[in-house]
């Protein structure tokens, strides 16, 4: 690698930045979910975090460690929706001019969110064109400062700051279910329950028409697939990070997929039984665990939820697509 490898250090020094900035958002018990899992089940809820989803950890961390004239000349990013909103929030209380570069079909609401954060938007077609070659290149053309969504030391480490939380409230656990799209919030756990939890099984979940990382994991190389179609707008990710690919392949234990159906069935399940919303990529960590069956049986269990942007005409027509 051409650079160093984020540790576990670079998480505590993420969340020092963050001390008082990001929320320490709540674990979530449910008697009903451990009954059904016969495991005692803590739910660290990513949804409830500013801007709501863990992107902003990440985002905050990354900006924050700009320089005054990266600050000045601002930055770039590209994203479907939840990195776009951390950076562009991140950006606004660092005051720094952001540029943001969304595909066309993001969600109506993370596309307002993003505005209303006063970032420039910039649509594109995420089916044919390469977001991130668009992005470089206009850090190019205007001077900015690149924040890619997940293959970053400074983001990654950031998004661990999450499972660092998890592990001080609750202590070690026996395995523990991450959201997976490029590798961000899972090399981060990983570096958190590396030095918290060293015999946790940590396992990343993406959806299963998008399962470039289970394939990368189990061939011991980045294999790169046509961007997914799933509902898990979240991890509709081609390829895993180059960085994040490395601490994943050392550190997490396996990678699991789960198919639209069972994303709806467990933001059905956060709803009704818990009392929240929950977007689809976010409910990627509950559906493995409810497939994952006796295997955790009487298990200490964590479930990071990864996020809760989703509006409320697209949540209706997802409860109604599939009964």
């Known amino acids: 690698m051409p650079q160093a490898l984020p540790t576990f250090d670079d998480v505590l020094e993420a969340a020092a930045r963050l001390e008082g900035v990001a929320h320490k958002t709540p674990v979530l018990r449910s008697r009903t979910l451990d009954d059904r899992m016969h495991a005692q089940v803590y739910v660290k809820c990513e949804n409830f975090q500013r801007m709501g989803a863990f992107k902003f950890r990440g985002g905050f961390n990354a900006l924050a460690k700009l320089n005054e004239t990266q600050r000045r000349a601002g930055v770039v990013a590209y994203s479907s929706g ?19 570069l969304m595909p066309h079909d993001a969600s109506p609401a993370k596309l307002a969110a993003t505005q209303g954060y006063g970032a ?10 390469d977001a991130s070659a668009l992005a470089i290149a206009l850090s190019h053309s205007q001077g900015l400062t690149f924040i890619p969504p997940f293959d970053h030391p400074d983001v990654l480490s950031g998004q ?18 991450v959201c997976l799209g490029g ?18 099984q940590l396992v990343g979940v993406e959806p ?28 509709q990710t081609p390829m895993v990070g180059a960085i994040t ?20 069935d467990s933001m059905r399940f956060y709803a009704e039984r818990m009392k929240m919303l929950v ?15 006796d295997s955790l049986q009487g298990k200490k269990v964590g479930l990071i939820v990864s996020g809760g942007n989703i509006d409320m005409a697209r949540f209706s027509q997802l409860m109604s697509a599939y009964p």
């Open 82 to 100: 939840n990195h776009a909103q951390a950076v562009a929030l991140s950006a606004h209380i660092l005051q720094i001019p952001a540029t943001i």
């Open 120 to 129: 420039k938007v910039i649509g594109y077609d995420r089916y044919s064109e």
């Open 160 to 177: 661990g700051t999450a499972a660092l939380e998890l592990f001080k409230e609750v202590g070690e656990l026996d395995a523990l279910f």
């Open 183 to 200: 590798g961000g919030l899972l090399s981060g756990s990983a570096l958190a329950a590396k030095a918290l939890s060293p015999e946790c």
């Open 208 to 235: 299963q028409a998008g399962n470039d990382v289970q394939q990368s994991f189990r061939k011991g190389e980045r294999v790169k697939i046509a961007t997914p179609v799933t509902i898990a707008d979240g991890a």
């Open 245 to 264: 690919f490395e601490i994943i392949k050392a550190l997490v234990n396996d990678i699991h997929t789960v198919t639209d159906a069972q994303l709806v």
């Open 279 to 293: 977007e689809p990529t976010g409910c990627l960590s509950l559906a493995a665990a409810l497939q994952a069956g």
